[in-house]
């Protein structure tokens, strides 16, 4: 039996949450790394489509892509049980709810603070602010839980966990501002497979910014 095939720049949070969430459960991907130049500037990298910029997984002939998607999937079929995607419908909704927070709103004020001229401060000063107020929420709900979607770890954590790590490269996520939400990090970040998937692409980042 064919091994599943990942392909994507690992430079994308949702690339690495689904190469976290593989070696959480054991499964073995062939990782088809789309891989991003010094030479070419991230945001025309920002730019690009199918699957030179989103993840894409390949199952047996079967296409699956968006790292939301895929992570259930992954889980769905190969989890040896469904704690990171439970079966149960209100536990599964608060991960599903979680997930489309980070999707359409956390992500959609990085990439708009991300694209933002910067000779154009005020506007620069504008999104930084609302993506600093999205990452406010993610503090309030770790008031009530020690994860995202409740007391146990999901696959809600391993994709938040890749976004807000690159996005801590330009918008540090201070303890003294968000002590919840740092010491959730710092517990994720001590997972021992978590550094071999995220350090990497974090170091080129940084080469860019």
Not at 23 to 39: A, D, H, M, N, Q
Request: proline residues 5%; hydrophobic residues 40%.
């Amino acid at each position: 039996m064919s091994k599943p095939i990942l392909s994507g720049p690992l430079l994308k949070p949702g690339v690495r949450a689904v190469l976290l969430t593989a070696k959480t459960i054991g499964l073995e991907l062939e990782y088809k790394e789309s891989k991003v130049e010094p030479s070419e500037p991230l945001k025309e990298y920002s730019k690009r489509k199918g699957e030179n910029r989103h993840a894409v997984l390949n199952d047996g002939g079967k296409v699956i892509w968006g790292s939301h998607a895929i992570l259930a999937y992954l889980i769905s079929k190969y989890g040896k049980d469904d704690s990171l995607y439970p079966k149960d419908f209100y536990k599964r909704a608060l991960v599903d709810q979680m997930l489309y927070f980070e999707n359409g709103v956390i992500e959609a004020r990085n990439r708009l603070f991300f694209l933002a001229d910067p000779e154009n401060p005020e506007l620069v000063d504008k999104y930084r602010k609302a993506l600093a107020e999205a990452i406010g929420y993610l503090e309030k709900f770790l008031e009530k839980s020690d994860y995202l979607a409740g007391d146990d770890i999901t696959i809600a954590d391993f994709s938040a966990a890749t976004l807000l790590s690159t996005i801590n490269i330009r918008l540090p996520i201070r303890s003294d501002e968000y002590p919840k939400l740092s010491d959730w990090l710092n517990r994720i970040e001590s997972l021992p497979y978590y550094h071999d998937v995220n350090e990497t692409a974090l170091k080129r980042i940084m080469q860019w910014s």
